[in-house]
């Protein structure tokens, strides 16, 4: 029996953009109250978020950047989608991952993930 994924879903403030007062609002759906799937322009989004005080299902960005985990997901269920990609994820090892997704995920350049830290 799979465990069950509780998403809640909620807004994010991402910005500021090219100008000072550029911010954007995204629905999307908050992972442990720190990490929102968001959708733009049919990319799927994983990024990290904070909770906004005083405001009820608002989160702002977070402390990092984030990254595609879907492309052209237009007229997908993304709540479904979510799904399958935290339950696949979960189902993974660290090493499987780094070999079978991170290392052949199309037009990636070279990371350096500087593991030499878990020493």
């Excluded at 929102?36 to 005080?53: C, E, M, T, Y």
């Excluded at 879907?70 to 090892?93: K, P």
Aim: proline share 3%; no cysteine.
């Amino acid at each position: 029996m799979s465990e069950q994924i509780n998403l809640e879903l909620a807004s994010t403030i991402l910005g500021p953009f090219d100008e000072a007062h550029q911010y954007a609002l995204y629905e999307g759906y908050v992972l442990n109250g720190r990490h929102i799937f968001i959708l733009d322009d049919g990319q799927l989004w994983l990024r990290h978020v904070h909770k906004a005080p005083h405001m009820e299902h608002l989160y702002i960005d977070g402390d990092s950047g984030g990254m595609i985990v879907a492309n052209n997901v237009e007229g997908m269920d993304v709540r479904e989608l979510i799904g399958t990609i935290i339950t696949e994820l979960r189902g993974m090892d660290g090493l499987q991952f780094l070999l079978d997704v991170l290392l052949w995920t199309p037009d990636r350049g070279d990371l350096n993930l500087k593991l030499e830290i878990l020493r």
